[in-house]
């Protein structure tokens, strides 16, 4: 049976042998006790990494997203974000019942938000206007195709911010992505957030887990809420092993996904060029739109030849590259693309 490339999304990637390893030997202790060693030290170095003070393992990127805003704002306040961010379409309604707040949204470029933009959203500080709490940024951006804001645009973010006494909240769910893509400074880019969150299952193929990180103050709250939103874990030291080895092995290689993301949007682009912008293809998303044909309809036939793709429109598909997909496996789904695209 041929073996299948699957591009739906970079959280299907399944730990590795030396991940698998690293997760039966780890010492483990109750977290919630504050004893599990290696738990403090996964969140000790990612704290480090970022110029930061504290971080808090959580189970998943939604609720590291929820403590950081129930630990920023206030119930019923606002927080502004661009129309498409994943707190918004992704996460269920999560913020209005957990962090009880509500989104001020606003167009941005390829879910990139725009500083004068946000500048121009912000309600008056004065009664009865609703109180804005934070301005929230995702680096990158998954709706907008993994676009990349950068240290300047979250400075430019970060002094409105300034200006108006808000929070500045990352999701940094691919933040991994962008630094590697860029190779700006960890700690310039972490600093730039008064909080913000970072994944481990995405990219760079841990099980599970993300990390909510920002000054100690903050992430005490954030702990406390973890603990209320039933995110308190135990033995958690096998999974923050694995997170750790991601760290080591993992982390460089996400170079290696860019690559196959450029490979397979120009190769695409040649045979089909209509299907894919390849001034969109930052990172390690490609989104391909499908002309006439139904993007469902694609899939089916996709799937059938041993290849998983996503959709995100009637006429739009994402593919996601990652460690578990090789340059072999981006050309045969490449080449299905073509053969269902090509008019």
């Known amino acids: 049976m041929t073996e299948l490339v699957d591009l739906r999304s970079d959280t299907v990637t399944r730990p590795t042998a030396g991940m698998r390893r690293a997760m039966a030997d780890a010492e483990v202790g109750d977290d919630v006790y504050g004893e599990d060693p290696t738990v403090r030290a996964l969140e000790r170095e990612v704290a480090d990494r970022f110029g930061r003070q504290a971080a808090v393992l959580t189970p998943s990127g939604v609720m590291a997203t929820q403590i950081l805003l129930r630990a920023l704002t206030t119930p019923g306040s606002e927080v502004v974000c661009e129309s498409d961010a994943h707190i918004v379409a992704y996460e269920a309604g999560a913020a209005a019942i957990n962090a009880q707040v509500q989104f001020r949204t606003v167009d941005g470029d390829r879910g990139r938000l725009d500083a004068d933009t946000v500048r121009a959203a912000l309600r008056p500080a004065a009664f009865p206007y609703t109180e804005v709490a934070a301005i929230s940024v995702e680096e990158t951006t998954n709706?907008?195709?993994?676009?990349?804001?950068?240290?300047?645009?979250?400075?430019?973010?970060?002094?409105?911010?300034?200006?108006?006494?808000?929070?500045?909240?990352?999701?940094?769910?691919?933040?991994?992505?962008?630094?590697?893509?860029?190779?700006?400074?960890?700690?310039?880019?972490?600093?730039?957030?008064?909080?913000?969150?970072?994944?481990?299952?995405?990219?760079?193929?841990?099980?599970?887990?993300?990390?909510?990180?920002?000054?100690?103050?903050?992430?005490?709250?954030?702990?406390?809420?973890?603990?209320?939103?039933?995110?308190?874990?135990?033995?958690?030291?096998?999974?923050?092993?694995?997170?750790?080895?991601?760290?080591?092995?993992?982390?460089?290689?996400?170079?290696?996904?860019?690559?196959?993301?450029?490979?397979?949007?120009?190769?695409?682009?040649?045979?089909?060029?209509?299907?894919?912008?390849?001034?969109?293809?930052?990172?390690?998303?490609?989104?391909?739109?499908?002309?006439?044909?139904?993007?469902?309809?694609?899939?089916?036939?996709?799937?059938?030849?041993?290849i998983r793709i996503g959709a995100m429109g009637p006429h739009l598909l994402r593919a996601v590259t990652h460690l578990d997909v090789d340059r072999d496996?981006?050309?045969?789904?490449?080449?299905?693309l073509i053969a269902e695209l090509t008019p």
């Open 143 to 306: 709706r907008g195709g993994g676009a990349i804001h950068g240290l300047e645009r979250l400075r430019a973010l970060r002094a409105i911010a300034d200006e108006r006494g808000l929070a500045l909240h990352g999701d940094g769910a691919r933040l991994w992505h962008a630094l590697v893509a860029t190779g700006q400074d960890p700690t310039e880019v972490g600093r730039t957030f008064t909080a913000f969150s970072v994944c481990l299952s995405k990219g760079l193929g841990a099980p599970v887990g993300s990390l909510a990180i920002g000054d100690a103050d903050t992430i005490e709250v954030a702990r406390a809420w973890r603990r209320r939103f039933g995110g308190a874990m135990r033995q958690a030291g096998v999974l923050a092993a694995a997170g750790r080895y991601a760290l080591e092995h993992h982390l460089d290689r996400l170079a290696d996904d860019h690559a196959n993301a450029r490979h397979l949007a120009t190769r695409l682009a040649e045979a089909v060029p209509d299907a894919v912008d390849l001034g969109e293809v930052e990172t390690n998303l490609v989104y391909v739109r499908t002309g006439g044909r139904p993007a469902g309809e694609v899939i089916e036939v996709l799937a059938a030849r041993g």
């Open 329 to 336: 496996g981006i050309d045969r789904a490449v080449d299905a």
